[in-house]
């Protein structure tokens, strides 16, 4: 489909081809910033990430990334082996490096590090974690609302790899993702193992259904930090909203959608399964819940 977005749509900025990334304690041009094949975020995509993004000179809700990627790398086993103050400190340098002060989005990356051999065991990977940073001017570009399509592939249970945790291992939802583009979609809406409306692949998904807000339960989603920050704002602001379990009969005759994520903040959903949500467009409680967002960034990064 000639006119495919995805959520993290961003306008072209030619100063990406001379950033400059933070790796184990060294700022380097990009064509530097290298990982060996033997490391285990390539070899198993064993590690976790945190995705930020800069406003105003300051990482918005930087404690809260953090403290996720601390207990991420705490319940797969693996020591940082920084503190969060050193990290923090990381990203402000490469920050520094890069004179970035708003619209730029910072991917820190925590492997376990390179491997003896290329085999699965843990106990294989003794130099240490691979810490990476990649930092990136960008700017959100969104031509109209998403396209959503329904999948097979769903968010799973915790005891098969726990989807509330933002591991390198991603293939379920690059599956999803390329499920719904051969479904002519921009990006998955994925189901959990009852059946209920989850996520999509690459984001926390909402309905607005007769002024109430609703989103998942969020037992098989990852709890994304923008996602509290909504619910707590429709909270503060008087707007019902629940985390319940709804249907794809509900999603379809809902008023609006819209998606969370740190890159696009809210993203309105114009359509699900070839039906249009509402009549397509950007509604009004969406752009309520984005002035209001826009206000606590503008708040928190003063």
Known sequence: MTDHQTTHDAAEDARNETILIWLNGAILPKAEAVVSVYDSGFMLGDGVWEGLRLYNG??????EHLERLFEAAKAIDLDIGMTREGLLQALKDTQKANGMYSDAHARLMVTRG???RPFQHPSLSRQGPTIAIIMEHSKPRMARPIRLATVPHMRGLPMTQ???????????????CIAAEKAGADEALMLDIHGFVNTT????????????VWTSTGDYCMNGITRQKVIDLCRANDIPVFERNFSLVETYGADEAFLTGTFGAQT????????PIGDGRQGPVTTRIQALYKSLIQQETA
């Open 58 to 63: 300051n990482w918005a809700f930087a404690d």
């Open 114 to 116: 390179l491997k003896t």
């Open 162 to 176: 726990d989807p509330k945790l933002n591991s390198h291992s991603k293939l379920n939802c690059i599956l999803a």
């Open 201 to 212: 692949n690459a984001c926390n998904f909402f309905i607005v259904r007769r002024g109430e």
């Open 268 to 275: 309105p959903v114009g359509e699900i399964d070839g039906r």
